[in-house]
């Protein structure tokens, strides 16, 4: 618990309504209610990403090679002069994950870095003077903010337990210990080598050191491990190439790709905005209850809370900060005090609330089988359809050349087909392709007058169409191509002779 928040009184719940042990249980179960609930959250998303496999084949062939390779080889169109994979590590662990149990194995790994990333994250909440049963409320709203980090399994989730790991070093910070840094640099090595996410852990140790400044608290080291962190970027297979490609991928506008659209635009933004005033609006209580100076780590919560409304991707980061942050923030407001009375007054209708809770997550799990990592075939059971039909018939029928595939399914495709198959494109989008190629590819599947272009600036053998693709109709009536596989979702389209 923090100075300041130990110094709020704690409201005492009225006499005689339960005893201590009675108390320890209630919040208990209202924290494993909590917990069930994220977990029937996240289920929805069990679905494998797009780039679980391009992480995988580029660890695969970094295996095979003896090193992790710098050009491309999955792609027949043009590529970048290096190809700094920054997933590279994320690869290596989902590949183990795969070869030790399949797609199960893949889930698996999902559920374990999240259970660590709670595990982690209730203790610095803890350790910040959250009590449990606020703890347990607030990670309701946490999880409906944050759900959406949680695809299976997408470099985010390591970014996640990362990030808690450093909200975990600066509550340490608070209390005066500094040997966190001792751990955190080492890291923040491994962190760097698993995703770029890491450039948010740069950025709020350095916040973290401004809002030391302005408290008047010592803040020197914050910043020399701000400067040791950004050094140590280089410690990459990329080497110094990393900074490049960084500098390029931040400044990189990405307009189709919804989760980099802001928070208050697009279809997220009717589910998500919501929850997110609500989460404003309960530090604003905080703040005018208690006081900005009685809240640390407020210009935390402040710089996630923005690159969460400036970017949809970025909101489960925001989602994490502000579970571990807030409940301490409300430690004597009006806002904890009714709460607790509420939870305490009725203890029976607590425990059945919380037993109700309990049932209807595990009852939602069960329903969306949060157990089974899927490759649906058509887009209506998940956000994308797998082609694995087309695959299959590719892979009968001997066929090797060049394919041209849409941008969400390359990476599933090269990792099946690969090195018999070329990609024209995948998700690995700023990694591996310059921009022109995305260009191209969207105006061709939106049938643009000028599709034709597409197909002569880079010649296929093979075209992969879904079967709702505008362009569909214009190229099937081409004398240059005959149908060579159809299913519900894709279509497979052959250059004749």
Known sequence: MSASASQVAEPAPRRGAFDRRLARWLAGFGVVAAGLFFLAVIARYSTLGIDVWHEMATFREAREIGWL????????????????????????????????????????????LTGLMLVVGWFVARRRGGRPEVIAVCGLLAALLGQIGFTTLRAQVFTLLCLALLLWGLTENDRGRRGWLAWWLPLFVVWLNLHAGFLVGVGLCLCYYVEQLVRRKPAMHLLAAGVV??????????????????????????????????????????ILLPFFLVSVGLVLVAVRERGWRELPGLLLLAASGYMAF????????????????????????????????LWYARPRWTAAACTGLCLLSLAV??????????????REAGPV?????????????????????????????????????????????????????????RRFYRGEPDWRLTLDRYPADALLIPAASPVLAQVARSADWHEAYRDPSY???RRRG
């Not at 489960?316 to 009375?341: D, I, K, N, Q």
């Open 385 to 441: 359809a797998y082609p694995r039909g087309a695959v299959d018939h590719l892979r009968a029928s001997g066929f090797h050349g060049n394919l041209l595939v849409p941008f969400e399914v390359g990476a599933y495709v090269l990792w099946e087909l690969s090195p018999q198959v070329k990609v024209s494109l995948d998700s690995r989008y700023e990694v591996a392709y310059p921009g022109e190629v995305y260009e191209a590819h």
């Open 69 to 112: 390779p710098l050009t491309d080889s999955f792609a027949y169109t043009p590529t970048v002069d290096t190809v700094v994979h920054h997933e590279w590590g994320t690869g290596a662990a989902l590949l183990a994950a795969y070869e030790w149990g399949g797609l199960p194995g893949i889930l698996t790994l999902k559920y374990l």
């Open 365 to 378: 799990f069960v329903h969306r089988r949060g157990w089974e990592a899927k490759l649906p075939v058509v």
């Open 229 to 270: 962190m950004f050094g140590l970027i280089a410690a990459n297979p990329y080497g110094l190439d990393y900074y490049s490609y960084l500098w390029r991928a931040v400044r990189m506008d990405r307009p189709d790709i919804g989760e980099w659209a802001p928070l208050y635009t697009g279809p997220q933004a009717r």
């Open 491 to 493: 279509i497979v389209l």
């Open 310 to 341: 400036s970017h949809v991707r970025h909101i489960s980061l925001y989602a994490l900060v502000w579970w571990c942050f807030v409940p301490a923030y409300l430690r004597g407001t009006t806002l904890e005090t009714g709460l607790l009375r």
